[in-house]
């Protein structure tokens, strides 16, 4: 299977490359050039599957020039019981008869970006011998608090690589912030941004397109690649725990053989939810995709309108890895709605650029509609839901999981579908400790506590255990605290390579 760019489909790479390279020379992103089919019998076979089963069969439709060694050896070191605290690796909680939380957070990091984290770096150095790689690669990342730590733990003192995470000053939570200071390993930096995500995320974007710099950069013998989702070895292992969601349902007999499911996703990216419709292109039964968004509507406003329009106010949420105004993956969805025409798609991103906004056709618009459906709650409605899911089941959500059932509720009562559907929970509520701790009693309950006994109270309120990451985190110094413009990135990029 080839690889081609969503702003000039004439590039053609291999999965290798598309993984090693991470963006494309024009600032495009990797697509592969068909979807496999998957048929029912063999959705059927994946019941009697382990997590890491599952992993190959889907991976080694899209990974086609990686061997079977090759995939299954990135497999067996990604996806451990001893990094995900459950064989399951990515268990389904049913709520309810109709209601089933997809848990993504059982990694090392407590969040769902540890799913493709723990994984890409394995694809990553092994497409760097595939494709006879002699330079250091330097992986860039922005984040809004949870890719951050996921790609460091991923990458530390992996040979041949060098990691550099940048996120914005103030726009993430103190657990997260502390798990990204204090990251340890021999090839790390991390610098915060003034400004917020979209301000970091545009900073690396225009390091990866400066010719010049990238120039400089081999001559120094450095290439440079991404651990964001905009990296194509990010986003197909997202894939697989839709497949896998749905075969544990088959298992538990909650849903029969090609039972159709809604998918509701808490995002600011679009590239979990992306993951689940191209799951859906290739054969897995979803009858709706419900994008649900923070105060930062952006998605929600294109999904129901067909412009998107990054005018508009920031907000700073309880849920801040879903501050974000510019969604890169929604690239790649374009470019398979308008059936890979690269041209459109490139007029679009253009116009993002330099106005901000864009409108799609009608004819893309009525594709959207017809599949997507979207919403958004603000901070208090997020509290109201983890207090109500809390007291009638006894089960503790995060803030952005909270963001999906509090849509996925008003979408029921907007329009009656009872479907069975499957929610994204993408972290533990002890990342974000004090806001949930204040949804479940109030302000005054967390006034005054440091972090640690906020994480002892929500352990006992709970009653699940502090993830052992968190706990950790009490004992360990800051390492970095360098601060920068977001002008000033590129700089801190030279400065950490020792280049000038």
């Not at 590039?11 to 963006?23: D, E, M, N, R």
């Not at 733990?153 to 993430?172: C, L, Q, W």
């Not at 995320?201 to 440079?224: C, D, M, P, W």
């Not at 706990?471 to 970095?480: D, G, Q, S």
Request: charged share 25%.
């Amino acid at each position: 299977m080839q690889y081609n760019s969503t702003r000039d489909k004439t590039i053609s790479v291999s999965a290798a490359q598309a993984i090693k390279t991470g963006l494309s020379a024009e600032g495009g992103l990797f697509v592969p050039d068909s979807l496999p089919k998957v048929t029912g019998e063999e959705i059927k076979s994946l019941c009697d599957m382990t997590y890491n089963e599952r992993a190959y069969f889907v991976l080694s439709k899209f990974l086609t020039d990686f061997t079977e060694e090759e995939l299954k050896n990135c497999i067996s070191q990604a996806y451990t019981k001893e990094k995900f605290e459950t064989s399951s690796i990515a268990p389904v909680y049913a709520l309810n008869d109709s209601t089933f939380f997809l848990e993504l957070w059982h990694g090392p990091t407590c969040a769902f970006k540890d799913m493709a984290l723990q994984i890409l770096p394995h694809l990553l150095t092994t497409s760097m011998k595939k494709t006879n790689e002699s330079n250091e690669v330097v992986i860039l990342v922005a984040t809004s608090g949870d890719t951050g730590k996921a790609a460091l733990e991923g990458f530390k003192d992996v040979n041949g690589t060098r990691i550099i995470v940048f996120y914005p000053n103030n726009g993430v939570s103190e657990i997260q912030k502390r798990q990204m200071v204090t990251q340890e390993g021999n090839n790390v930096s991390v610098a915060a941004v003034e400004g917020n995500f979209d301000d970091a995320q545009n900073g690396v974007k225009k390091i990866f397109t400066n010719a010049e710099y990238k120039e400089l950069l081999n001559r120094n013998h450095f290439s440079l690649s991404s651990a964001n989702s905009i990296n194509w070895g990010r986003l197909v292992p997202q894939i697989v725990y839709y497949f896998s969601a749905y075969a544990d349902l088959l298992n538990d007999n909650k849903i029969t053989e090609g039972e159709k499911v809604n998918v509701v996703v808490p995002t600011g990216n679009f590239g979990n939810i992306l993951a689940s419709y191209y799951a859906m292109k290739m054969g897995l039964p979803i009858a709706k995709f419900i994008c649900a968004s923070n105060e930062n509507n952006v998605l929600t406003d294109f999904i129901k309108t067909g412009t998107y329009d990054k005018n508009r106010e920031f907000h700073a949420t309880i849920s801040p890895s879903m501050d974000i105004l510019i969604s890169s993956n929604l690239e790649r969805f374009l470019y398979d709605l308008t059936g890979e025409d690269d041209a459109q798609v490139r007029e679009w991103m253009n116009a993002l650029n330099t106005t901000g906004s864009y409108t799609v056709t009608p004819q893309v618009r009525e594709k959207l509609s017809a599949l997507f459906d979207a919403g958004y709650s603000d901070d208090d409605e997020t509290m109201a839901a983890i207090k109500d899911v809390y007291q009638k089941y006894d089960y503790v959500m995060d803030t952005h999981t909270a963001v999906a059932k509090s849509v996925y509720d008003k979408y029921v009562t907007r329009t009656g579908d009872t479907t069975k559907t499957i929610i994204a929970s993408t972290a533990s509520p002890f990342k974000f400790n004090q806001s949930v701790l204040i949804a479940l009693e109030n302000c005054n309950y967390v006034t005054g506590k440091d972090e640690f006994t906020l994480l002892d109270e929500l352990s006992v309120k709970s009653g699940m255990h502090i993830p052992k990451s968190l706990a950790e985190l009490k004992n360990k110094p800051a390492i970095f605290e360098t601060v920068c413009g977001k002008d000033e990135m590129k700089q801190i990029v030279s400065d950490f390579l020792m280049i000038d």
